[in-house]
């Protein structure tokens, strides 16, 4: 037991040292100065009436470098394309357009932005999720970061907007994997694939490039098709980059605890290219993410008295602190954070059960299996 709360000690000692990094250095975009570019904005939307109206009208219009907004319903059963109907004739940069049916092999999501795709005639296309809102000056950002930075796709990681209280105790849990894990300084000196990183809520690609490559084609199947295409690209020897979106777009990706429970589950298990990556990774959370808070609780109980794994724990509560200051979550929502790994854990069960022995997922009345 010594030897392995020092195997954990140590280890949550270099994700401080990572996130106190990402912490510091990971910080928000600035408008650079631009000629005479434009970007086509590219919004796939599915059964998003409750959404899309805010969403449209977030987006800046009288911006010169927004040259056209093209929504594609995606065949929604709702009052989706009847509410496009009705900004259409107030918006006179927004285009609407009819999904074709979803063919076999594809991904919803996927094949609608596949479709967007081929309407634009601008250099630039910015692909924005139905749930998301535009903030001032966010294309100016987008694009001069990537023509600066010579990146060819360029995704924001959004701020979170959360409102119920299954948002703010789950949502957070999000940042934390990401963001203690990933190394984001060291993605930016590095085009490794495996480095590759996406918030499918905003992608900036260069149109060119991503016809060449065939864009999200290479993702038709993935409904993790963000950071995969963010990989692929990558393997095609082009620069992808993500960037603290914060002050770029705001995404509320779900409303309660139902949904947050489905989306989470469509992704989960799919995330991993199999079974054995899967089940590494869910030990790996539990034993370095959740086992020292629960120790510490003992801990602090005067049940169970192990010094490194309270300090481990201690570790932990310090790093959901720092990110909920970062990424502006509520900070008591750090206190119950084997709340929400056990949550995440079920979640992520649930996902594997539902993939491989009961036929698949179903997600805005499709269904999604092996």
């Known amino acids: 037991m010594n030897l392995l709360s020092l195997v954990i000690f140590c280890f949550l000692v270099i994700i401080t040292i990572n996130t106190l990094l990402n912490f510091f250095n990971w910080n928000k975009t600035k408008i650079q100065k631009l000629n005479n570019e434009q970007l086509t904005i ?36 709702d009052q ?10 107030i918006n006179p940069k927004l285009t609407i357009k009819k999904g074709a049916k979803k063919p076999n092999g594809w991904s919803g999501k996927s094949f609608a932005c596949h479709q967007l795709s ?5 250099e630039w ?34 701020q979170i907007e959360m409102k119920s209280i299954s948002e703010k105790l789950l949502m957070p849990l ?13 993605a930016k000196k590095s085009n490794m694939p495996s480095l590759g990183l996406a918030h499918g809520a905003c992608i900036l690609f260069n149109k060119k490039i991503y016809e060449d490559i065939s864009g999200h084609e290479l993702v038709k199947d ?8 963010a990989k692929k690209w990558r393997s095609n020897n082009q620069v992808s980059a993500c960037i603290n979106g914060l002050n770029i777009i705001n995404v509320r990706m779900y409303t309660n605890f139902k949904d947050i429970w489905l989306g989470f589950e469509k992704n989960s298990y799919p995330a991993f ?33 192990n010094n490194l794994l309270f300090l481990s724990g201690l570790l932990i509560l310090f790093l959901r ?19 929400a790994e056990t949550v995440f854990l079920l979640i992520s069960l649930s996902s594997f059960i539902k993939y491989n022995f009961l036929g698949g997922i179903k997600w805005k009345s499709r269904k999604y299996g092996k």
Not at 80 to 89: A, D, V
Request: net charge negative; proline share 4%.
């Open 174 to 186: 999000l940042n934390f994997i990401v963001f203690t894990t990933f190394p984001t300084i060291y």
């Open 80 to 89: 989706t394309w009847f509410i496009l109907e009705e900004i259409s004739k």
């Open 118 to 122: 081929k309407f634009p005639s601008t």
């Open 42 to 77: 590219l919004i796939p939307a599915r059964n998003e009436a409750r959404n899309i109206r805010r969403c449209i009208e977030s987006i800046d219009i009288s911006n010169n470098l927004i040259k056209e907004i093209i929504v594609l319903d995606d065949n929604s059963e």
């Open 125 to 158: 296309i910015l692909f924005i999720d139905a749930d998301t809102e535009l903030k001032k000056g966010a294309p100016e950002k987008l694009l001069s970061y990537s023509i600066k930075k010579n990146v060819s796709m360029l995704s924001a990681w959004p």
């Open 321 to 339: 602190i720092l990110l909920s200051v970062k990424f502006r979550h509520p900070i008591w929502s750090s206190f119950f954070h084997i709340v």
């Open 273 to 305: 290219k199999n079974d054995i990556l899967f089940f590494i990774f869910q030990i790996f959370n539990f034993l370095f993410f959740s086992f020292p808070v629960i120790f510490m609780s003992l801990h602090l109980l005067n049940v169970y008295d």
């Open 222 to 229: 993935s409904l993790f098709e963000d950071t995969e295409l």
